[in-house]
């Protein structure tokens, strides 16, 4: 691997154009309105959790959680192309419902994965830049990467196998835990941070606690059929009357997992399950809360959305030593 990300050749500058060029075209031509092209997707992709939800066996863990990645990762990807501005006031999914026909469903689907395949060629052409893929000379419209002779890749499989393992023993009970267990059984399990890292606000502690009442809030929605859009002060209140936070400190919390369209990449729907429709109504993303971390969670929202990454270091020092 390199230290530095190398610059593309101008093929494969033009190819990286051409592509984001046909994403943003897709994307925009699912609704002329944001906020509906916003729900057409995430209710998409609530809905078919939702199923896959009820039926949910431990011995699919894995198909299920790759599932997951790809639905999320896909939406991430459409998301990011739809225009920033959102509109005033509140979502009235009902009402939006009764106008949307198969097709918009139809056409969301074939939106995210059309985005799993565009993630695929984003991962190559990231992969070239740091020095992990050659390419062969392009044909016409066809790029085709080989693997580069400094970086086989034999230990990074290995890593993934490994890593695969892991994720398959965590998620085998994630579902049953998310709903059974007690909360504070739940916070001494899983925080392995510092309790008192201030996110501005709130600190970890609190926020494991919100986290862990909406990944429970977020699954009953979905298995009692109720509809992924909800009020932000609804939700907020939601959290405050199943933990211990002050409204301020609610209200914090839900700002540090909304999602930002365009925010950085290194914020995912992992990290910022809650999506914006307007300015008063959000989409929840329950398989976000489910699978994501919030131990990477605190660290990066501490990073990108706290006191910034000295003072995170500064924190994770004192805890460490």
Known sequence: MLNKKRDFPPVLSEASEKIERWRTALVRNLHERTDVAIYILTAKVYYEFAILLIGYRPQFSSQFEHYVRNELFGLQFALSALNKSL??????????????????????????????????????????????YEFENPQQNVIRFIDSPDWPGHRDHAQR?????????????????????????????????????????????QFFRAWLASVSYCIQRCLNGQSPVIKKSTFIETVQNNTSLKLSEAERFVDLITFEINASSCLTLFHCPLVPLTTSSLAVIPSGFIFGNPNTCVQRLAVHRGLGLDHFADENQKYTF
């Not at 689907?109 to 740091?130: C, H």
């Not at 085998?172 to 501005?200: C, F, H, M, R, Y």
């Open 87 to 132: 509109p005033q006031g509140i979502f009235l999914p009902n009402l939006i419902d009764s106008i949307l026909t198969s097709k918009d469903n139809q056409q969301a689907k074939d939106v995210l994965n059309f985005m799993s395949d565009y993630s695929l060629v984003r991962d190559a052409l990231l992969t070239y830049s740091w020095g992990g």
């Open 161 to 205: 196998i490994l890593g695969q393992v892991t994720k398959d023993e965590k998620s085998k009970g994630l579902i049953s835990n998310a709903v059974i267990a007690p909360l504070e059984t739940k916070l001494e399990q899983i925080i392995d941070i510092p309790s008192s890292l201030p996110l501005g606000g709130l600190n970890a502690k």
